[in-house]
């Protein structure tokens, strides 16, 4: 059972243009959402949270929405350049510190 | 930020014998490490729960006799994949848990287990 989906396996951006990246969750135990960026065979590097009281979260140019009702949320960075040409990886914990990662989106930005 | 390593970042050995590999929690004590594996082109997936000076709580379809965990200091902990086979390729991350933040894991840059 899938509980944190990445229904885009891959998106394409061109450079400068904003990407929005998206993840589905099914638990509705899950209280704290993360996103990272990950590039092949290298560790997850973490981006940016968000806690389940809150909708939004910003830090530079990445801003995290969470639409608790939908049980989805959105990555938006702004803007792309190339060196953001990475599998992105959102995740979810309830309480615990287990994390449940979705499946990842391949972002490819266009020069 | 906080860093995490692996020993080894790669390793390669033949079906049937042992690999260990390390994970190391270089400028702060991490009292939770959990490992993951991951396939190609697959999510990370959790495969057990690591707490210092206590045995390793394992993830449902993961053999704790196949993959052993030791987490005998604040700042290291280890997994042996005992009797290896090519099934157990894989891309192997750890990661600790931060105590500023609770929810926060930091993750070691991986190692590449490729079992002939």
């Known amino acids: 059972d899938q509980q944190v989906k990445q229904n885009s396996p891959s998106l394409s951006v061109q450079e400068g243009r904003i990407s929005i990246l998206n993840c589905d969750y099914t638990n509705s135990m899950f209280d704290y959402f993360l996103w990272y960026k990950k590039y092949p065979a290298e560790g997850p590097t973490f981006l940016i949270s968000?806690?389940?009281?809150?909708d939004k979260n910003e830090d530079g140019r990445f801003t995290v929405f969470l639409n608790k009702s939908a049980k989805h949320l959105s990555l938006h960075i702004v803007p792309s350049p190339p060196g953001d040409s990475a599998v992105y990886f959102c995740a979810a914990s309830a309480g615990a510190q287990k994390l449940v990662f979705g499946q990842g989106t391949r972002l490819t930005i266009n020069p | 930020g906080a860093v995490v390593s692996q020993h080894p970042s790669w390793v390669i050995c033949k079906s049937g014998t042992s690999v260990k590999i390390e994970c190391r929690s270089l400028d702060f004590q991490a009292t939770t490490m959990f490992w993951y594996r991951q396939f190609p082109k697959q999510s990370l997936m959790l495969m057990a729960t690591s707490n210092e000076g206590s045995k390793a709580t394992y993830e449902q379809g993961v053999e704790k006799d196949k993959f052993l965990i030791n987490h005998a200091s604040l700042t290291l902990s280890t997994l042996t994949v005992t009797s290896a086979h090519p099934e157990d390729s894989s891309f192997y991350i750890c990661s600790a848990l931060g105590l500023a933040d609770y929810n926060e894991q930091f993750f070691g840059p991986g190692t590449r287990l490729t079992v002939l």
């Open positions: 968000i806690s389940s009281i809150k």
